[in-house]
């Protein structure tokens, strides 16, 4: 089993920024990716970010590009989401997936509430 837990959520005027923390603990050995995702109230949920366990090879949904950045400390078990100028439309709960190697081949956090609103 792997465990996320997810911090950094808020309430951010437009334009500013705000840092995403997922925390995984468990099994991890058997992490291959981290992804973070988002879901607005009334829509599907959709990736946002994606990084490489080993590489660190990254990508992005094109919104968010030159906005967003995924990293992840490999000695914490910790990945993150850099987002600045953040904009109204960025407002949903943000959640944090572990893709793993085995059975189950994912694992979610509980999410993260974060609003953009003046």
């Known amino acids: 089993q792997v465990q996320l837990v997810e911090s950094g959520g808020g309430l951010v005027q437009p334009g500013g920024s705000l840092r995403l923390s997922c925390a995984a603990s468990?099994?991890?050995?058997?992490?291959?990716?981290m992804g973070w995702f988002r879901q607005a109230p009334g829509k599907a949920r959709d990736i946002v970010a994606g990084i490489s366990w080993s590489s660190g090879f990254t990508n992005y949904e094109e919104s968010v590009k030159g906005r967003f950045t995924i990293s992840r400390d490999n000695a914490k078990n910790t990945v993150y989401l850099q987002m600045n100028s953040l904009k109204p439309e960025d407002t949903a709960v943000y959640y944090c997936?572990?893709?793993?190697?085995?059975?189950?081949?994912?694992?979610w956090g509980q999410g993260t509430q974060v609003t953009v609103s003046s």
């Open positions: 997936k572990a893709y793993t190697f085995g059975q189950p081949d994912q694992y």
């Open positions: 468990g099994r991890v050995v058997s992490i291959y990716r």
